[in-house]
Nanobody
Framework: VQLQASGGGLVQAGGSLRLSCAAS????????MGWLRQAPGKEREFVAA????????YYADSVKGRFTISRDNAKNTVYLQMNSLKPEDTAVYYC??????????????????WGQGTLVTVSS
C-alpha cells in the first residue's frame, strides 16, 4: 500500500488549503482513511477519519466545523479541505490507513500505512 499526500503549503490565517492523498496497492473502497498531524515539538494528533464508503466521518474537536474530510473512491483519493486556518494548525499532515477492511479507526494510534507527510504552515 502506498499513500502519496500533496497540497500543503504556506497560507495566511483565515485562509484555506486542500490536501489530497492518492492511494494504491489495494482496493481503496474497502478501507477507511484518516488524517493525522504533528506540529514541531508536539505529539502526533488525530485530525479526521472517513469510512470506506464515505458515509461516516469523525473530527477532532480542534478542527470540527473548519475541516472536511472526503473521498473519491473512483480516483482512490482522500481529501482534507481546511478552511479558516489558524497558526495552531501548522504541522506536517499525514494520511493514514490500516489493514482492517470495513472498519473505521478513530484516534492517533494503530495505523499500518502512512503517507510521506505534507507541511502546512499558517502565518499570523
Amino acid at each position: 500500500v502506498q499513500l502519496q499526500a500533496s497540497g500543503g503549503g504556506l497560507v495566511q490565517a483565515g485562509g484555506s488549503l486542500r490536501l489530497s492523498c492518492a492511494a494504491s496497492g489495494r482496493t481503496f473502497s474497502s478501507y477507511a482513511m484518516g488524517w493525522l498531524r504533528q506540529a514541531p515539538g508536539k505529539e502526533r494528533e488525530f485530525v479526521a477519519a472517513i469510512s470506506w464508503s464515505g458515509g461516516s466521518t469523525y473530527y477532532a474537536d480542534s478542527v470540527k466545523g473548519r475541516f472536511t474530510i472526503s473521498r473519491d473512491n473512483a480516483k482512490n483519493t482522500v481529501y482534507l479541505q481546511m478552511n479558516s486556518l489558524k497558526p495552531e494548525d501548522t504541522a506536517v499532515y499525514y494520511c493514514v490507513t490500516d489493514e482492517s477492511r470495513f472498519q473505521l479507526r478513530v484516534g492517533a494510534l494503530g495505523y499500518d500505512y502512512w503517507g510521506q507527510g505534507t507541511l502546512v504552515t499558517v502565518s499570523s
